[in-house]
């Protein structure tokens, strides 16, 4: 079965910058999109961009022009590039993957910390 393994993680101050990694273990059949969840300590797990299999991108609002996301492809590797971070982007940062007739594929986490 197709694993998830994030990277990239850690400790960042204010308007510093972190790019997230995550390396899937195969290709994935019937791919719809893969995305970038994250989950603040009280808070639920929200959407933080998606990225289809056509190249299409969506944000959240709070996000929007600070994050990309990307995929390579020939590396099955999702990618999300963070700027100009905030506190307020504190979380564990989640990779998901959704294909068509499977249940979501999750990877393991990645603590992000925004900090003086």
């Known amino acids: 079965q197709v694993q998830l393994v994030e990277s990239g993680g850690g400790l960042v101050q204010p308007g510093g910058s972190l790019r997230l990694s995550c390396a899937a273990s195969?290709?994935?059949?019937?791919?719809?999109?893969m995305g970038w969840y994250r989950q603040a300590p009280g808070k639920q797990r929200e959407l933080v961009a998606l990225i289809t299999s056509g190249g299409n991108t969506n944000y959240a609002d709070s996000v929007k022009g600070r994050f990309t996301i990307s995929r390579d492809n020939v590396k099955n590797t999702v990618y999300l590039q963070m700027n100009s971070l905030k506190p307020e982007d504190t979380a564990v940062y989640y990779c998901n993957v959704k294909a068509i007739a499977t249940e979501p594929i999750w990877g393991q986490g990645t603590q992000v910390t925004v900090s003086s």
């Open positions: 195969r290709s994935i059949f019937r791919l719809v999109a």
